[in-house]
């Protein structure tokens, strides 16, 4: 056993203690799971290697109680079975430090972690490639391709059973997958929130089902509260974690440390952040940073004195519209160019020069997140609905544009011109032709 938070046992065999002391699967624990949220919540320090002790144990569960669904007996074999576990415990090889902020910026030459795992799972001489095949008779190809990476260009287990690879797909991606039930609640943890924690997990486990054809999860009625709770866990944590101000003040700033060093070295500088840890990637910002004006974004986030850029203003879907859909979505190259604009704007405005990395704007990617599209199943009636029709709490918080409230516009600025505007002015400022 390994004994992790919140107190609970992961249960361990030699051939998953041998996959966990490989180099590749030990670089995890030098890789922060929440990467910059811990600037603004101290204790959010924990590791990807946590979070993926944390996805094995509940796939273990899941399996265990699952065995006893005929359909799902009927559709997952030992070989499919031992690939789900596997799976779940290399979900996150492909991670590399600060990923999810490096890859909503759709940069050229960045390399989604998706695509990133391929190199630890397909090179014939690492020695995680080796304990897949050897010590658990799987094609590592087959693990890549279920944890969404490369179609294997050869025929391979799942890619001969398509249903089995949906099933199995969205117990590890989906609208409930154990994935998300291990990280709201482990976030809540170490970040000293209640929030990603006030969902019933064994009932949530306990209620999962086969979809009518039987692809895919359903939920049964007993779990229809628990599934409400998690909506509302993740939404919240959304809103006061990944998505509060400071945090993305701290999360903007990298990006515009990254998108300065992409755009003077180009691929090399991305594929060396790919292949390093957190520390690793502190060395090479400052080894590439030279004398440029983003070293100020760098200083703030990892030099002796924290120092976040503080908000200025902020525009919510619902409140300003116009100026929102202005910028939420933009390609992150037009939001530089106008965040100079704005810059060149506001000095006219104030007689106060404000430089053009003195300002940014923090908008909504272009990617949306997954939304909760999952049936409820009635057992007494064996029917299936969708949530959202039996669910107020559903709809209205995971289908009904879950990222248009949850996600703001934001203008972060220097603190020393922090004062410059107040609101109306910035709203003018942002409305002019």
Known sequence: ??????????????????????????????????????RVYPGATHSRF?????????AVILLKRFAHDERFAATVSDQAAALFLVSALLHDLGHYPYCHPVEDLRLPGTLPHEKAIQRYLLDPDGEIFHRIRDDWELDPADVLFL???????????LTEHPTLWKLLSSLLSGPVDIDKMDYLQRDSIHAGVPYGRN??????????????????????????????????????????VYWH?????????????YFDLWKTHGDMFAHKLVHTTDDGATTLFRQFLD?????VFYDGLFGSQRLLYKQAAEFAFFEYPEIYHQLARRPYDWLVEYSTLLAERISRKTGVHVAPT??????PPVEREVEFVVNIYDAKENRYQA????????????????DDFVKRVRIFIHPRHRNLLPRDGWISLLLEN
């Open 50 to 58: 946590e979070h993926s002790l944390g996805v094995f144990r509940l």
């Open 245 to 257: 101000h400071a945090v993305r003040s701290a999360t903007a700033m990298l990006q515009r440390l």
């Open 199 to 240: 969902f019933d997990q064994e009932r949530l486990l306990g209620s999962l089902c086969l979809n009518a054809t039987g692809d895919g999860l359903a939920i049964s009625s007993k779990g229809k509260t628990a599934a409400e709770l998690m909506v509302f866990a993740r939404y919240v944590m959304f809103s006061e």
């Open 387 to 402: 949530f959202a029709d039996v669910s107020p709490v559903v709809k209205a918080l995971a289908v009904e544009q879950f």
């Open 1 to 38: 056993m390994i004994r992790i938070p919140p107190e609970v046992d992961v249960p361990l065999t030699g051939r998953v203690r041998r996959l966990i002391d490989t180099p590749e699967f030990q670089r995890l624990a030098n890789i922060h799971q929440l990467g910059l949220v811990r």
């Open 291 to 295: 004398d440029r004006p983003a070293r």
């Open 147 to 157: 944890l969404g990476g490369e179609t294997p260009d050869h025929a391979t287990f």
């Open 358 to 363: 003195d300002l940014i704007i923090d908008a």
